[in-house]
């Protein structure tokens, strides 16, 4: 073998192990995990849309995204059953409960079981959003009464069994948090069995981070995967990931946001996601998860 080819050879079986190491092989007949699979957006907008499927076929919505990722979203769903038997909304933002908005909203064959969340009420809202926060979450609420539908409201440190994967409340709306509040009022849950477990935070702030890492569930947070909080950047700070401790983190985050681009290339704008990335190159993270990829598989 030639001098220098055994570090390369190791260097691309390790990047190969590295690569796998945060998804099993393929499901088959046998199969003993959920799937997850986080969806791409479908607009220039960032979003969050991730779908759940049990080893029985159970159907488990998080957000869906904007009212334009909707269609998408729809047919998703439709090729697996067409039934959803728990919808949870993490917090009252369109990019986040737009797509459902908008399904609830058109007559179709989709069938909805429980819709899950912790948001604020009205009054809430109309103090501390701006403008296109309350006519966004009006324009929800208006949806559920249409369709006769309700939020069942979750509960700091609740567990809810499906077909197996456990997904325990570890936060729930924080309406004492008026810094960044629509976001810091993000609901975060924990998907687990016994193969993995994914750690969903929707668009949570340093402040409800913080708030988190102090809290009865803190013990809780450490994770194979970690959903990165607000579309990575600008959410939870370093020291919670660190405590999260993940090997691999799920990115709804697009290209111009990945790469902090306004228009002037690499670096030219003001998020803060290329230091969130450099955080989790600290934890020499496995993979990436990234939705501007297209849809993102894992089992």
Not at 72 to 85: I, N, T
Not at 108 to 129: C, E, F, K, V
Request: aromatic share 8%; with cysteine; proline share 4%.
């Amino acid at each position: 073998m030639m001098k220098g080819a055994v570090p390369v050879l190791l260097a691309l079986l390790f990047s190969l192990a590295a690569s796998q190491a945060c998804a099993a092989d393929a499901k088959g007949p046998d199969a003993d995990t959920f799937t997850l699979w986080q969806l791409p957006n479908q607009t220039t907008s960032q979003m969050m849309s991730y779908v759940i499927q049990t080893v029985h076929g159970k159907v488990v919505v998080i957000d869906g995204g904007m009212v334009g990722d909707a269609p998408f979203l729809a047919k998703f769903l439709m090729d697996r059953g067409g039934r959803v038997e728990d919808w949870f909304i993490t917090h009252a933002h369109d990019d986040h409960l737009g797509a459902l908005t908008a399904i609830l909203t058109e007559a179709g064959t989709l069938q909805i079981g429980a819709i899950r969340g912790s948001l604020p009420d009205q009054a809430w809202m109309n103090q501390w959003g701006d403008g296109g926060e309350r006519v966004g979450y009006e324009l929800f609420r208006q949806a559920l009464e249409g369709a006769g539908r309700r939020v069942e409201e979750l509960s700091l440190g609740q567990t809810i069994k499906i077909d197996g994967v456990g997904i325990e409340v570890l936060g729930v709306k924080n309406p004492e948090i008026t810094k960044n509040p629509v976001n810091n009022s993000s609901i975060v849950l924990r998907l687990s069995d016994a193969k993995k477990s994914v750690l969903f935070l929707a668009d949570l702030g340093t402040e409800g981070g913080e708030k988190l890492l102090k809290g009865p569930y803190a013990d809780r947070l450490p994770s194979d995967y970690v959903q990165m909080a607000h579309h990575g950047q600008n959410g939870v700070g370093e020291a919670f990931y660190q405590r999260v401790h993940p090997s691999c983190c799920l990115w709804p985050t697009p290209r111009w946001l990945w790469d902090n681009n306004s228009g002037g290339g690499v670096g030219s704008g003001r998020w803060k996601t290329l230091e969130v990335r450099a955080w989790m190159d600290k934890l020499s993270i496995k993979r990436h998860y990234v939705m501007f990829e297209g849809i993102q598989e894992i089992k």
